[in-house]
Nanobody
């Protein structure tokens, strides 16, 4: 059993900042990657940022230079620092975990999501 505890969403004015966190716990042998996705009303879920392996990061073009993903390996926690927020960043943000259940079995897991609302 795996748990993902997300926090940090909320309402902020355009130009403001928020920091999301997602802590993974449970039956995890090792973590392959962690990421943040988002889904706005009427739109498909999209990748925002990911951190893979030893720390390689990847960002959606729309957030490059504004968002920073980081990971605390000791605590199995991933963070998303969001600066210069825009109304178009409004969405439900989901934490994603790809992990090894043991040496051979790979699994993935989604958090329940946290709402981020940016007012103009």
């Amino acid at each position: 059993q795996v748990q993902l505890v997300e926090s940090g969403g909320g309402l902020v004015q355009a130009g403001g900042s928020l920091r999301l966190s997602c802590a993974a716990s449970g039956s995890i042998f090792s973590i392959n990657s962690m990421a943040w996705y988002r889904q706005a009303p009427g739109k498909q879920r999209e990748l925002v940022a990911s951190v893979i392996g030893a720390g390689s990061t990847n960002y959606a073009d729309s957030v490059k230079g504004r968002f920073t993903i980081s990971r605390d390996n000791a605590k199995n926690t991933v963070f998303l620092q969001m600066n210069s927020l825009k109304p178009e960043d409004t969405a439900v943000y989901y934490c994603y975990l790809n992990y090894m259940l043991d040496m051979f079995r790979r699994r993935d897991y989604w958090g329940q999501g946290t709402q981020v609302t940016v007012s103009s």
